[in-house]
């Protein structure tokens, strides 16, 4: 399927989501730790050893880090 997957599967969540009678385009809560206190873990890691490569060491993305920098 290639670069069209990502895009099939979202549409398939949305019109699944939409024919169960769901309306409302705000996101659902999301079971797992909140984005600001792994942000905010990230953002200590990066301060206290700036030379050290957190992506690979805590299982972060790369994308996720890079957006810190």
Known sequence: MGDSTG???TAK???LK???GQYDLDDQSQSGRPVAVI???LLELMRRS???AP???Q???TA???EHF
């Open 18 to 20: 939409f024919n169960s």
């Open 39 to 41: 942000e905010e873990r």
């Open 55 to 57: 992506a690979s060491s």
């Open 7 to 9: 895009l099939h599967n």
């Open 50 to 52: 700036p030379g050290e």
């Open 59 to 61: 299982s972060n993305s």
């Open 13 to 15: 969540v949305w019109f």
């Open 64 to 66: 996720t880090m890079a």
